[in-house]
């Protein structure tokens, strides 16, 4: 929603000039202009998601990549517990990577910022 | 009865006001505006900063709504915003998500229009000289060459009221010569309305056939002055100073 909020207020007007319908103002204003800000809030909110995937693993299910770190660490498996935690670092690390590509290739027109 | 010229734009005792910050909490930001211009004229807009220039540009743009009167052109009322009332805006606005060309054929896909128009984009971009950056994106561009993107995206709808919000107020001082030339030719080969609000007297010299005085709280007119000066202008002119002093001691500086 912030991402639609903070859309330069002149884009809108000069769209209006140029004969744009409101429908059109959401479509091809409002959206390609606020797409950079929302691809940032998916990949912050990814990260978030997939840190509370995990505590809630650990604390309540049993399934999965949290669950499966407490499980092997109570029988003191500490290489398979270590390996779970790689596994994660790796698929945190791929999906960012990911998501980040697909947000460079989406929002080329923005500033390089390198 | 002699046939009412065809494109008139006719501002009826306009006022607006805003909800301000003062004792009432209104702000008076235009009062009892009348003005009549015909077709062909270039009319330039200079006042002090907060006498409403702006706001009597957006008026006619139609992208706010007058308080008190109304506004017509070629005898129908304006209620919205509508491309035969073009606007360029001090800073260049350009959609940074589109490229040059895409930008200025924006309007024309917004109204179906493309397809049936697109040579005019071709043209128009050869026309600024721009060719080389047609798939360049706007932050790729220098100020001058924005604001010429900008007046082509507009120029494309060929409108009858060409309005210009300080549009070379950004600019350094060659470009922005060049582009006042540009602007000239631009309004000679439609001469269609053209309305330009500007901070430099010699500017609206330069390119107007007519200057619009504007005094502050509230925004009214002051004085109505036609240049009656052949085009090209030069700078250096005797009348031309002699314009300038008029408009500067009506502005009182």
Not at chain 2, 41 to 66: D, Y
Request: a neutral charge.
């Amino acid at each position: 929603m912030t991402g639609i909020h903070n859309v330069n207020k002149d884009y809108f007007d000069a769209a209006r000039t140029l004969g744009a319908k409101n429908t059109q103002l959401v479509t091809k204003i409002a959206l390609p202009a606020s797409l950079p800000n929302i691809l940032q809030g998916l990949i912050q909110g990814m990260s978030s998601a997939c840190t509370a995937l995990l505590v809630a693993e650990m604390l309540g299910v049993e399934s999965g990549l949290g669950w499966y770190i407490t499980w092997q660490k109570s029988w003191a498996e500490f290489a398979k517990m270590y390996a779970a935690i790689i596994i994660i670092c790796i698929t945190f690390i791929v999906v960012n990577w990911i998501l980040t590509k697909i947000k460079r290739m989406v929002v080329k027109w923005q500033e390089e910022v390198n | 009865m002699a046939k009412e010229n065809t494109h008139t734009l006719k501002l009826e005792d306009i006022s607006k006001s805003f909800i301000g910050t003062d004792a009432q909490g209104i702000t008076t930001a235009l009062e009892n505006i009348n003005l009549i211009i015909e077709d062909g004229e270039f009319v330039s807009v200079v006042g002090p900063s907060g006498c409403g220039k702006s706001t009597l540009l957006r008026l006619i743009a139609g992208l706010i709504p007058p308080t008190k009167g109304s506004i017509f052109l070629n005898g129908s009322p304006i209620n919205g915003p509508h491309p035969n009332r073009g606007m360029v805006f001090q800073e260049p606005t350009l959609f940074p998500w589109l490229t040059v060309e895409e930008n200025v054929s924006f309007s024309l896909k917004v109204l179906g229009k493309y397809r049936a128009k697109k040579d005019e984009v071709d043209r128009l971009i050869h026309m600024v000289g721009l060719d080389e950056f047609r798939n360049s994106y706007p932050h790729q561009l220098s100020g001058g060459m924005a604001q010429r993107v900008a007046l082509i995206r507009t120029m494309i709808n060929e409108p009858e009221v060409f309005l210009l919000d300080e549009p070379l107020g950004a600019l350094d001082a060659f470009t922005r010569m060049n582009m006042q030339d540009e602007l000239l030719s631009m309004w000679k080969s439609n001469q269609h309305i053209v309305i330009m609000v500007t901070h430099d007297i010699d500017e609206a010299i330069y390119l107007s056939s007519r200057v619009i005085t504007m005094a502050p709280r509230p925004g009214r007119i002051k004085k109505d002055i036609r240049i009656d000066l052949p085009y090209p202008r030069n700078r250096m002119d005797d009348s031309f100073i002699q314009y300038r002093k008029e408009i500067m001691e009506n502005l009182n500086f």
